[in-house]
Structure formats: C-alpha cells, structure tokens
T-cell receptor
Framework: KQEVTQIPAALSVPEGENLVLNCSFT??????LQWFRQDPGKGLTSLLL?????REQTSGRLNASLDKSSGRSTLYIAASQPGDSATYLC?????????FGAGTTVTVRA | DTAVSQTPKYLVTQMGNDKSIKCEQN?????MYWYKQDSKKFLKIMFS???????INETVPNRFSPKSPDKAHLNLHINSLELGDSAVYFC???????????FGPGTRLTVL
C-alpha cells in the first residue's frame, strides 16, 4: 500500500524567500507524481505532473524534482509571494486512485 | 467554462436523512472519481469509475452509492447520514488513468 508523507506540515516565510516542500512515498514503482495547490475552502488545482522517467519538471517559478529510487520529490517555489499562501499536496497514483500526503500549509508574509 | 462542477456547494442536513451530490465534467474524460477530505484535511479515494463502470470501491460503507448515468456524470447518493459523514467531498476526472486529475470545487457536507 502506497503511503505518502509530506514534511513540514506548515511553513511560514517572508516574501521573497524560496520555498522547499518535501514529499516521500513508500512504493517507488510509480507512474508519475502530481503536485496540487489547495486554497482555503476551495478545490485542488494541479500544479505539476512529473513522469516517472523525468528527474525535473518546471512551470514558471515552480520546479519539481523526482528521485524514484529514494522515494522522494521536492517542490521548489522561487521568490515566494503572499499569493503563494496555500496548502500544497503531493499525490502518487495507483491504478484508478491517487494517494495523497497530508499537505504542507504555506504562509508567505508580506 | 467550469471543467468539473459539483452541486450543491454546501449541504447541511440532519442525521438519518438521504442526500445526493452531483458531479459533471465537460472535459470529455473517461475516468471519474470521488474523494473525501476529512476534518484533518486528509484526502482519500472513495470510488473510481471508467466509462461508467465501477473500478474501485475503497471500503466505503454501502450507505454510499455512486451512479454514473453517462461518462460526463458521476453522482453520489448517501443514505442514512451519520455525523461521521461530515466532510468535504471532491469529484475529479482524468482522460485516462493515471493522467492528471482535475478536481471540482468540493461539496461541504455537514450532518447535524
């Protein structure tokens, strides 16, 4: 059974700092890994999907790395802004379902 | 245009009642899902459907009955609601599995 862990549970940084969010998973036989953002009271927005064959995936200020062998992914957010405040979730697929971590709640202070 | 929509957004009801949540996707996807997010914000799969066929039922009580009348819709009916059913329920869809999943805005169910 796939177990997904995210550390830290919460993070507070001043505006402009880079963010580093960690995700680990127990079964390294994955198809891909997805990072989502969830704003309070809202649904999930897909940020990045990184395929198992990739080491990195980038979108704007976001960069996700994947190390399958060690069961880890890291989401980097460069030059954080108050608008980046949200909960970030990583998820790993098994057939016909995603297993989610508990999320990292990020607060970027102006 | 909303890609994955859910109705209602909020649902407040008494214990023992029966209620339904509707989900529609206009993305032309083949696979749809229901997830439950509990009070600790942990998201867990409930059901998965592919081409209207049930693929996964993740040990959900049989008071929960999903129905997919066509590929664009996956509704969730809940009988005899209990306090522990209070949560946010999310519908999602994907073109194929395990492609990117697109989530609806969620339905916050409160059972009193």
């Amino acid at each position: 059974k796939q177990e997904v862990t995210q550390i830290p549970a919460a993070l507070s940084v001043p505006e402009g700092e880079n963010l580093v969010l960690n995700c680990s998973f127990t079964d390294s036989a994955i198809y891909n890994l997805q990072w989502f953002r969830q704003d309070p009271g809202k649904g999930l927005t897909s940020l990045l999907l990184i395929q198992s064959s990739q080491r990195e995936q980038t979108s704007g200020r976001l960069n996700a790395s994947l190390d399958k062998s060690s069961g880890r992914s890291t989401l980097y957010i460069a030059a954080s802004q108050p608008g980046d405040s949200a909960t970030y979730l990583c998820a790993v697929p098994s057939p016909y379902k995603l297993s989610f971590g508990a999320g990292t709640t990020v607060t970027v202070r102006a | 245009d909303t890609a994955v929509s859910q109705t209602p957004k909020y649902l407040v009801t008494q214990m023992g009642n029966d209620k339904s949540i509707k989900c529609e996707q206009n993305l032309g996807h083949d696979t749809m899902y229901w997830y439950k997010q509990d009070s600790k914000k942990f998201l867990k799969i409930m059901f998965s459907y592919n081409n209207k066929e049930l693929i996964i039922n993740e040990t959900v009580p049989n008071r929960f009955s999903p129905k997919s009348p066509d590929k664009a819709h996956l509704n969730l009916h809940i009988n005899s609601l209990e306090l522990g059913d209070s949560a946010v329920y999310f519908c999602a869809s994907s073109q194929v599995d395990p492609d990117t999943q697109y989530f609806g805005p969620g339905t916050r169910l409160t059972v009193l």
